[in-house]
């Protein structure tokens, strides 16, 4: 079945670049997407890719799609306290309806 | 524009007692979502719908059930809590598919049964 996969923690020193891996299995995923999900708070779309790209960048954001491995990474630059959060990758379903699988969240701790 | 509300924020209810929950939205959204949210679990669907008046059921719609009398709201009911429905609830809407279209998520329901 389709299913989401992310480690569970990440820690990293302010000012250096995060890296948040994801794996999923649903080939026809049409778009995967990452979601921001501060404390206390609903999610929030960060980003977005097609699952015809490689890559997208978005200012600090930076999105690679490794389609054959089926591996989507989120990587954040120049890492601020404000980016602390738990960041879901969510892939579309086939069964339609913009429904969304979501894996488990990756808490990112930023130190100084 | 308020975006996705829901009421109640917290709730403690006791084993065997109902609820409904209340998720509301203004941006005129076709599809609407309830999902429960675990530690080290994600996000899991519950039940969504697709318009007023129609439900389906999600990945995890058991004890639970939802309606969609207007389009604007969609509830989401607990006729007999029980200690495994603890979590933290999600309510979201999106426009119809055809695109990357965003879920926006309520601030979500504490839910506590014991």
């Known amino acids: 079945g389709e299913d989401v996969e992310q480690s569970l923690f990440l820690s990293v020193r302010e000012g250096d670049s995060s890296v948040i891996n994801c794996t999923y299995t649903d080939s026809s995923s049409t778009y995967l997407y990452w979601y921001k999900q501060e404390p206390g708070a609903g999610l929030q779309l960060l980003t977005y890719i097609f699952s015809n790209m490689d890559m997208k960048q978005d200012q600090r954001l930076t999105v690679l799609l490794n389609k054959k491995d089926k591996h989507l990474s989120l990587r954040i630059a120049d890492t601020q306290t404000g980016d602390s959060a738990i960041y879901f990758c969510a892939e579309t379903t086939s069964g339609g309806y913009n429904k969304l699988i979501f894996g488990a969240g990756t808490r990112l701790a930023v130190h100084p | 524009n308020a975006g996705v509300t829901q009421t109640p924020k917290f709730r403690v209810l006791k084993t065997g007692q109902s609820m409904t929950l209340l998720c509301a939205q203004d941006m005129n959204h076709e599809y609407m979502y309830w999902y429960r949210q675990d530690p080290g679990m994600g996000l899991r669907l519950i039940h969504y719908s697709v318009g007023e008046g129609t439900t389906a059921k999600g990945e995890v719609p058991d004890g639970y059930n939802v309606s969609r009398l207007k389009k604007q709201n969609f509830l989401l009911g607990l006729e007999s809590a029980a200690p495994s429905q603890t979590s933290v609830y999600f309510c979201?809407?999106?426009?119809?598919?055809?695109?990357?279209?965003?879920?926006?998520f309520g601030p979500g329901t504490r839910l506590t049964v014991t």
């Open positions: 979201a809407s999106s426009p119809p598919a055809g695109g990357p279209h965003e879920q926006y």
